[in-house]
């Protein structure tokens, strides 16, 4: 089996690594369940929270995390992702955890190897685990996700992690609002209005400008984009008063967050990250247990 995207899982299968995840964040220890294992995580793309929480995960579960550095591989020297896919199968992993600058690259390198394949995000496309850790805290501050409402807030058009939380959390019974700038909304969102969507809302994710992916400058002056769009404490103060902040990082402070609002006491941004490592934990014990 491979987690391609959260279309990959199951109701049941959502449900159980939801729980096992839990119970990983609740032992806060270690294992030997994956002992002689090996995962390979390779990042064709910057990463922090995400390549250490894998790494983390291997090595709590007993496994062996191989970090293949993408900057001083044969990738530079010209190898297409096919042949990169072959030699790492030949050496025989138990999984392979790939991010990818391209959509659809860890489907392809599934085509191609024996084991399991973990989308550790792919271009604009998705981020399951990303997804699947939101849901846990989530589920961790309200119990259920049902009849909540979450508002995500940004550059949804080149969010890998917008679309795989809005497929994610609607079906697990939540309401979902996307917003943004309207040069950062993607053709099927037809109303972004940032204030609307976090109004009553009971929970803010806000998300990174990607001006990596952009073809064209969004034009904002320094300042202006926090102002127009970013999540202030005066922005935060439209939603419900029991809401909870998220960002899945790397954070741009001043611009979509204020400093005030990511530390502040409403903030789930800390244990988003430590509930990255419970459920890769989750996932790797699944796919490769």
């Known amino acids: 089996m491979d987690l391609l995207s959260i279309d990959s899982l199951s109701d049941e299968q959502i449900a159980r690594l ?45 496994a062996q995390p191989i970090t293949l550095s993408v900057e001083h591989s044969s990738v530079k020297k010209g190898e297409t992702l096919a042949d990169t896919a072959a030699t790492l199968a030949a050496m025989e ?54 009849r909540l409402t979450i508002a995500i807030v940004g550059d949804i058009r080149h969010s890998r992690v917008a679309r795989s939380n809005a497929k994610l959390l609607r079906r697990l019974g939540a309401t979902v609002r996307l917003a943004g700038p309207p040069a950062l909304l993607p053709d099927d969102v ?12 009971d929970a803010v994710m806000m998300l990174r400008v990607q001006r990596e992916r952009m073809t064209d400058e ?14 202030t404490e005066q ?14 990082g790397p954070m741009n402070r001043g611009v979509e967050i204020a400093d005030a609002v990511a530390d502040g006491e409403r903030s789930l941004i800390r244990r988003q990250v430590a509930n990255g490592v419970a459920v890769r934990m989750a996932v790797l014990e699944m796919l490769v247990g």
Do not use: W
């Open 18 to 62: 939801l729980t096992s995840a839990q119970g990983f964040a609740d032992q806060r220890g270690s294992s030997s369940q994956l002992a002689g294992k090996i995962v390979f995580n390779t990042f064709y793309e910057n990463s922090t929270r995400t390549a250490m929480s894998f790494a983390t995960a291997a090595a709590r579960l007993g």
């Open 93 to 146: 992993p138990d999984a392979i955890v790939l991010r990818h600058r391209d959509n659809g690259a860890p489907a392809a390198v599934a085509e191609i190897v024996d084991c399991p394949v973990i989308n550790a995000g792919d271009g604009t496309n998705e981020h399951p685990t990303q997804a699947l850790l939101d849901a846990l805290t989530l589920r961790q501050q309200f119990g259920a996700l049902e």
């Open 190 to 201: 037809t109303s972004g209005d940032v204030e609307q969507a976090i109004a009553g809302a």
């Open 218 to 231: 969004l034009g904002d002056a320094p300042g202006e984009y926090l102002g127009r769009y970013g999540l």
């Open 235 to 248: 922005r935060l103060a439209l939603a419900a008063p029991h809401a909870v902040v998220l960002h899945p």
